[in-house]
C-alpha cells in the first residue's frame, strides 16, 4: 500500500519560513518525480513545485519562484519543500504527490498538511 505522508505544516507570520517533508512507503521511490501542489480555500488546486527521479530537475510556479525550494532524498525516500518570505496568500492545504511519467502525473497523493500564514 503506496502512503505520502506530509509534516511541517503550521502558523507563521509573514515573512517567516516552514519546511514541509513528505515520507513515501510502498513503491520504489525513485523512480517517481514527485510535487507539492496547494489548495486555499475557495480555490482550485495548483501545481506549486515539482522534482525528477534524481532531483537534478527541479519547476516551480510562478507565484513561488525564488522562495520555494523542493528537493528529495532518495535514499531515505523524503521529499521536502523549504518555503522563505512566507506571504498570507500562501496559505493553503500543502500536498505531496508522486508521477510516474512526469511531476504532472498525480498517481499517488498525500493527505495534506495544513499551512497558515498571518499577517
Known amino acids: 500500500q503506496v502512503q505520502l505522508i506530509e509534516s511541517g505544516g503550521g502558523l507563521v507570520q509573514a515573512g517567516g519560513s516552514l519546511r514541509l517533508s513528505c515520507a513515501a512507503s510502498g513503491l520504489t521511490f525513485s523512480i517517481y518525480n514527485m510535487a507539492w501542489l496547494r489548495q486555499a480555500p475557495g480555490k482550485e488546486r495548483e501545481f506549486v513545485a515539482g522534482i525528477s527521479r534524481g532531483g537534478g530537475i527541479t519547476g516551480y510556479a510562478d507565484s513561488v519562484k525564488g522562495r520555494f525550494t523542493i528537493s528529495r532524498d532518495n535514499a531515505k525516500n523524503l521529499v521536502h519543500l523549504q518555503m522563505n518570505s512566507l506571504k498570507p496568500e500562501d496559505t493553503a492545504v500543502y500536498y505531496c504527490?508522486?508521477?510516474?511519467?512526469?511531476?504532472?502525473?498525480?498517481?499517488?497523493w498525500g493527505q495534506g498538511t495544513q499551512v497558515t500564514v498571518s499577517s
Open positions: 504527490t508522486a508521477g510516474r511519467n512526469t511531476w504532472y502525473q498525480y498517481d499517488y
